[in-house]
């Protein structure tokens, strides 16, 4: 069964400091694996989906990077803003699954 | 807006007294689930639904009950609650399955006396 680890489970940093997320699991038998954000007492927003045959996804300041054959993906952070101050989750779509299992997140906080 | 709709929000209830969470998609997505979120134990899916008239278990699903008569549409059933279904719950859908982005509900905070 897959399991997802998610170092460290929480991180503090100043404002304007570059950053990485990382995400690790165990069975490298991936569909794809998406990253998401979520705010206290709100729901998850997809911020980046990589589909096993990319090694790179990016969206503004976000960069996520997927090692299949070593079980790990890092999400990148640059110039960190207050506003990305949230609980940063990964969830890897096992090759012949229909659903996702999640790691227990990352909580961010950026310090102004 | 294209968006999961989840209700009620907060809903605090006692043991045993049968209750149903909405949830509604207006993407025309063929997947649905729900999940349910605790301390700890980080979030674990209950029952998806890979289009109408097609569900199936998740990892959690005892307790609970789902039907999907139409595509935008996916209730979440409570027969008997009890206090052990404390929890956060949520919805997602998907365009195609699991191969596309999740699109999350806001959450439906449930207590149980």
């Known amino acids: 069964k897959q399991e997802v680890t998610q170092i460290p489970a929480a991180l503090s940093v100043p404002e304007g400091e570059n950053l990485v997320l990382n995400c690790s699991f165990t069975?490298?038998?991936?569909?794809?694996l998406q990253w998401f954000r979520q705010d206290p007492g709100k729901g998850l927003t997809s911020l980046l989906l990589i589909q096993s045959s990319q090694r790179e996804q990016t969206s503004g300041r976000l960069n996520a990077s997927l090692d299949k054959s070593s079980g790990r993906s890092t999400l990148y952070i640059a110039a960190s803003q207050p506003g990305d101050s949230a609980t940063y989750l990964c969830a890897p779509l096992g090759a012949g699954s229909y659903q996702l299992t999640f790691g227990k997140g990352t909580k961010l906080s950026v310090i102004p | 807006e294209a968006q999961v709709t989840q209700n009620p929000r907060y809903l605090i209830t006692v043991t045993g007294k049968k209750l149903t969470v909405t949830c509604s998609q207006n993407m025309n997505h063929e997947y649905m689930s729900w999940y349910r979120q605790d301390p700890g134990l980080g979030l674990r899916q209950i029952y998806y639904?890979?289009?109408?008239?097609?569900?199936d278990k998740g990892d959690v699903p005892e307790g609970y009950k789902v039907s999907r008569k139409e595509k935008r549409n996916f209730p979440l059933i409570l027969e008997s609650p009890s206090p052990n279904q404390t929890s956060l719950y949520f919805c997602a859908s998907s365009f195609g399955g699991l191969y596309n982005e999740q699109f999350f509900g806001p959450g439906t905070r449930l207590t149980v006396l």
């Open positions: 069975d490298s038998a991936i569909y794809n």
């Open positions: 639904s890979m289009n109408v008239e097609v569900t």
